[in-house]
């Protein structure tokens, strides 16, 4: 009887045990989760910024925006 009490005490404490550190595991994983998101948001910006500073290389735009500079009424 005892056996088996030992063994229903140890196997509860793994199973609490484990069921901890998965609950840590997974907020840990979220915070991650969350800080990549930002990251991301903060490489879209500046991936939208280099495209609108791009396309003021192009001669199109360069000629259009000198022309409407001097057309302004």
Same mark, same amino acid.
């Given at each position: 009887?005892?056996?088996?009490?030992?063994?229903?005490?140890?196997? &509860?404490?793994? %199973?609490?045990?484990?069921?901890?550190?998965?609950?840590?595991?997974?907020?840990?994983? &979220?915070?991650?989760?969350?800080?990549? !998101?930002?990251?991301? *948001? /903060?490489?879209? =910006? %500046?991936? *939208? !910024? %280099?495209? =609108?500073?791009?396309?003021?290389? &192009?001669? &199109? *735009?360069?000629?259009?925006?000198?022309? #409407?500079?001097? /057309?302004? #009424?």
């Amino acid at each position: 009887m005892a056996d088996d009490t030992t063994i229903i005490v140890l196997l &509860t404490i793994t %199973v609490v045990l484990l069921s901890a550190v998965i609950i840590v595991l997974l907020g840990a994983l &979220t915070v991650l989760l969350f800080r990549i !998101n930002r990251i991301m *948001k /903060h490489i879209d =910006e %500046v991936g *939208k !910024n %280099v495209a =609108e500073a791009t396309a003021w290389f &192009t001669p &199109t *735009k360069l000629f259009s925006t000198i022309l #409407d500079l001097f /057309h302004r #009424d």
